[in-house]
T-cell receptor, first 109, second 115 residues
Framework: RKEVEQDPGPFNVPEGATVAFNCTYSNSASQSFFWYRQDCRKEPKLLMS???SGNEDGRFTAQLNRASQYISLLIRDSKLSDSATYLC??????????FGTGTRLLVSP | EAGVTQFPSHSVIEKGQTVTLRCDPISGHDNLYWYRRVMGKEIKFLLHFVKESKQDESGMPNNRFLAERTGGTYSTLKVQPAELEDSGVYFC?????????????FGPGTRLTVL
């Protein structure tokens, strides 16, 4: 079993749609959680950290459920520029990031 | 502020040759990390420096890989001798100390192809 599991997609959505990605992690001792965005043949870029209380940054909302070991990302009012791969990333406490394989999002006109 | 930089962006070598990758972290970042993505797999941790010291090298695949960070600034990752399975994208990341240490910022990567 992978340490961080994500649905690889692709998720095909029209502009303006709301889309949600989910991720589960296996190490209950994990301490910090992130969503990174990766464009084709580029480096991962930090999108947002994820906190137990949930956090929002513009059209993006992230939630963490420690009891279920589950992380989510909600994107509202999707833009063409949101097309990318979204990586669920977990820090197990030793500053070693563990990555999911990523969920691919395609936003079409 | 400049981000993490890596050199070269691409490298094509033959099996058995040596390659050295370089990473310059964000200025002032004590923490430097190396990661690797091989074809079709997720990004995986290789090692972590705090300043010039290796904090965690649990992800290094074998002794053909040698990472250094002399002086606590830039880092090099040498693969000697390279094997076919070493092909992939090598990312470097850095983070500051304290509460922000968990937020790692990645360089553009070095795409290594071993023929």
């Amino acid at each position: 079993r992978k340490e961080v599991e994500q649905d690889p997609g692709p998720f095909n959505v029209p502009e303006g749609a709301t889309v949600a990605f989910n991720c589960t992690y296996s190490n209950s001792a994990s301490q910090s959680f992130f969503w990174y965005r990766q464009d084709c043949r580029k480096e991962p870029k930090l999108l947002m950290s994820v906190y137990s209380s949930g956090n929002e940054d513009g059209r993006f909302t992230a939630q963490l459920n420690r009891a279920s070991q589950y992380i989510s990302l909600l994107i509202r009012d999707s833009k063409l520029s949101d097309s990318a791969t979204y990586l669920c990333v977990v820090n197990t406490g030793f500053q070693k990031l563990v990555f999911g394989t990523g969920t691919r999002l395609l936003v079409s006109p | 502020e400049a981000g993490v930089t890596q050199f070269p962006s691409h490298s094509v070598i033959e099996k058995g040759q040596t390659v050295t990758l370089r990473c310059d972290p964000i200025s002032g970042h004590d923490n430097l990390y190396w990661y690797r993505r091989v074809m079709g797999k997720e990004i995986k941790f290789l090692l972590h420096f705090v300043k010039e010291s290796k904090q965690d090298e649990s992800g290094m695949p074998n002794n053909r890989f040698l990472a250094e960070r002399t002086g606590g600034t830039y880092s090099t990752l040498k693969v000697q001798p390279a094997e076919l399975e070493d092909s992939g994208v090598y990312f470097c990341a850095s983070s500051s100390s304290g509460r922000a240490r968990h937020e790692q910022f990645f360089g553009p990567g070095t795409r290594l192809t071993v023929l």
